[in-house]
Nanobody, 125 residues
């Protein structure tokens, strides 16, 4: 059974920080890497960041580059998303996902087969 368990969301003022965690189990162990996506009300789910389990290479959306950092702990099978300088437009439900399709694309949802339940991040102005 595949499980992706997210934690760390909450309410924060603009300019503040949060750290999201995503712990994997089951078949997600065999994934190429992990990604974070987010979905704001009335909008499509969009790519935020991703990281390769093996190389540690990271990928970021332009909208969050320089403010967010993705990292991994291989021993704990956990991926983190450190979010700094948060803005009201970062408000969304954040999902972690396991990339199970090979290939160089890390930003497309279609390359991720397993998803967490989502955690709400709300940034007040």
């Amino acid at each position: 059974q595949v499980q992706l368990v997210e934690s760390g969301g909450g309410l924060v003022q603009a300019g503040g920080s949060l750290r999201l965690s995503c712990t994997t189990s089951g078949r997600a162990f065999g994934s190429y890497g992990m990604g974070w996506f987010r979905q704001a009300p009335g909008k499509e789910r969009e790519f935020v960041a991703a990281i390769s389990w093996s190389s540690g290479n990271t990928y970021y959306a332009d909208s969050i580059k320089g403010r967010f950092t993705i990292s991994r702990d291989i021993v704990k099978n956990t991926v983190y998303l450190q979010m700094n300088s948060l803005k009201p437009e970062d408000t969304a439900v954040y999902y972690c996902a396991a990339k199970t399709v090979s290939g160089s694309t890390w930003t497309s949802r279609t390359y991720y087969d397993y998803w967490g339940q989502g955690t709400q991040v709300t940034v007040s102005s």
